[in-house]
C-alpha cells in the first residue's frame, strides 16, 4: 500500500460546479496535510495546509480533514478553466522526516 | 522576496555521464529538498538538507548524492546516467524543518539518451 493515494482521474467538471478531491494516506499517525496545484510544465505551488480534523477554507477552496477515516479532500467550488491542473496531496508521516505525494489527480473544468 | 532558484532549466545527457543540478532556496531558509518526478511515479523524495548536513534520505541508489553550502545553496549530483533517470528533478525550500510548508522551484528537466 503506497503512502498517500490518490484518484488519478481525470476529472472533469463544467465551470461553476463543484470539483471534490480526495486523498486517502496509510499512516494514522501523520499530523499534517497538504493539497499543492501543479500546471502542465510547472512546478507544484501550495493551495492550503490542515492540521486538525474539520474544513478549512481559503475563498473558493475548501480542505477537509478525517484522520479516524484517513483520508483528506480538497473541494473548489465555483470551477474556473484556470482550475484546470494537476492537484497533489501531499502528506507528512508520523516519522515527521519528509513529505509523501498522492500521483495526482487531474482536473479539467470544461467552458 | 526572490522564490527559489534552479539551474539549469533544461539539461541533455547521455547514458554513463554525470550531471550536477544546482538550486538557491528562498531568502532566509535553510532547509532544502530534492524530489524526482516521473510520470509513472509522480513526485518523489531523494533528500533533504539542512545546515549543510543531510537530515533525511529517501529511497533512491547512492547514484543519487548532494550537499548543501554554508548560504543554503543545494547540489545535487548524479553518476554513471541511466535512461531511467530522465525526469523533472524539483528543489524546494522551508524555513527550519521538512514540517513547514514546502516552496518548490521551477524544476530542471533532464533527459537521458
Known amino acids: 500500500q503506497k503512502e498517500v493515494e490518490q484518484n488519478s482521474g481525470p476529472l472533469s467538471v463544467p465551470e461553476g460546479a463543484i470539483a471534490s478531491l480526495n486523498c486517502t494516506y496509510s499512516?494514522?499517525?501523520?499530523?499534517?496535510f497538504f493539497w499543492y496545484r501543479q500546471y502542465s510544465g510547472k512546478s507544484p505551488e501550495l493551495i492550503m495546509s490542515?492540521?486538525?480534523?474539520g474544513d478549512k477554507e481559503d475563498g473558493r477552496f475548501t480542505a477537509q480533514l478525517n484522520k479516524a477515516s484517513q483520508y483528506v479532500s480538497l473541494l473548489i467550488r465555483d470551477s474556473q478553466p484556470s482550475d484546470s491542473a494537476t492537484y497533489l496531496c501531499?502528506?507528512?508521516?508520523?516519522?515527521?522526516?519528509?513529505?509523501?505525494f498522492g500521483t495526482g489527480t487531474s482536473l479539467t473544468v470544461i467552458p | 522576496k526572490a522564490g527559489v532558484t534552479q539551474t539549469p532549466r533544461y539539461l541533455i545527457k547521455t547514458r554513463g555521464q554525470q550531471v550536477t543540478l544546482s538550486c538557491s532556496p528562498i531568502s532566509g531558509h535553510r532547509s532544502v529538498s530534492w524530489y524526482q518526478q516521473t510520470p509513472g511515479q509522480g513526485l518523489q523524495f531523494l533528500f533533504e538538507y539542512f545546515s549543510e548536513t543531510q537530515r533525511n534520505k529517501g529511497n533512491f541508489p547512492g547514484r543519487f548524492s548532494g550537499r548543501q553550502f554554508s548560504n543554503s545553496r543545494s547540489e545535487m549530483n548524479v553518476s554513471t546516467l541511466e535512461l531511467g533517470d530522465s525526469a523533472l528533478y524539483l528543489c524546494?525550500?522551508?524555513?527550519?524543518?521538512?514540517?513547514?510548508?514546502?516552496?518548490f522551484g521551477p524544476g530542471t528537466r533532464l533527459l537521458v539518451l
Open positions: 499512516d494514522r499517525g501523520s499530523q499534517s
Open positions: 501531499a502528506v507528512i508521516l508520523y516519522t515527521g522526516n519528509q513529505f509523501y
Open positions: 490542515i492540521y486538525s480534523n
Open positions: 524546494a525550500s522551508s524555513l527550519k524543518t521538512v514540517q513547514e510548508t514546502q516552496y
